[in-house]
């Protein structure tokens, strides 16, 4: 697995070099654009705008545009220039309690690897921070942008979160009404979420669409039917409590 980012935890005094590879892959189908009428595949061309030439990447620098119609551009050493040894370091700002950041705010994660010589101190970081229940926001540049960061311990290593900064978070577009609900309706409501209650396997779950998907693809390759599944149809129960009732019910029959 290639490295995503190379750097150091700066622990206070301490520096521990790390290496952080993503931790999450993308295991979705794929599909390619196709023209309707032949069935070719559909191509984008990068095309100057100036001399109508198609470019290849290698022919391609990035520019800012500081007026209408004109750039400075700038090249990965410049980038690199940008940053000083402090910007490559998984500076630390402090430390807080995991519940103390709003899951809106993660971003992508990735793990913590510590390399020849930051062993001991890496270790002695994560247990420190899971002893104590504590998580460290940090800063660093990744590529071309400073990252906010949370370093979460865990029973085996440490993970890092990349954080949207505030101002990158939307709020919801419109402030939520708090309807006035039945002290019955809320504790019947108690009753179901308990009743469902078990420990999260996340190996107990899988994609259900994307199976069905395969499924679809490898009958259309074979030239065989297909068909639509039965709908499942559900009756709509308007009453809260009533509908809290058959849950529950389900619930334990199917328990």
């Known amino acids: 697995m290639a490295v995503s980012h190379r750097g150091a935890i700066s622990f206070g005094m301490v520096h521990i070099p790390v290496g952080l590879y993503t931790a999450t892959q ?36 990035r520019g800012f545009e500081y007026e209408k119609g004109k750039y ?10 940008a940053k000083s040894e402090k910007d490559k370091t998984i ?12 899951p809106i705010y993660y971003d992508k994660t990735y793990h913590a690897v510590p390399e020849q010589g930051g062993d001991k101190a890496f270790e002695l970081l994560r247990r420190a921070m899971k002893e104590e229940n504590k998580v460290a926001v940090a800063k660093t ?17 440490i993970l890092v979160e990349t954080l949207f900064f505030a101002e990158e978070v939307k709020e919801a577009p419109k402030e ?12 019947m409501a ?3 979420i308990h009743a469902m209650v078990q420990p999260f396997q996340p190996e107990q779950y899988h994609d259900e669409y994307k199976a069905k998907l395969w499924e679809i693809i490898n009958k259309k390759i074979q030239g065989k039917e297909i068909t639509a599944p039965a709908e499942n149809i559900q009756v709509n129960v308007i009453d809260i409590m ?13 328990g």
């Not at 430390?95 to 950041?101: A, K, P």
């Not at 009533?242 to 199917?254: G, M, T």
């Open 26 to 61: 993308d295991n979705d189908i794929h599909f390619n654009q196709l023209c309707k009428e032949d069935g070719s595949r559909v191509k984008y061309k990068k095309v100057c705008s100036g001399c109508g030439k198609e470019i290849g990447s290698g022919d391609i620098v």
């Open 72 to 81: 400075v551009t700038l090249t990965d050493d410049d980038f690199e220039k």
């Open 91 to 102: 500076h630390i700002l402090h430390f807080t309690d995991l519940q103390n950041i709003r």
């Open 141 to 157: 540049v990744m590529g071309t942008k400073e990252k906010l960061l949370a370093l979460i311990p865990t029973e085996d290593g």
């Open 176 to 187: 939520l009404g708090h309807p006035q609900v039945q002290e019955a309706e809320l504790t």
């Open 190 to 192: 108690k009753t179901l």
């Open 242 to 254: 009533e509908a809290l009732k058959q849950s529950l019910a389900r619930v334990k029959s199917n």
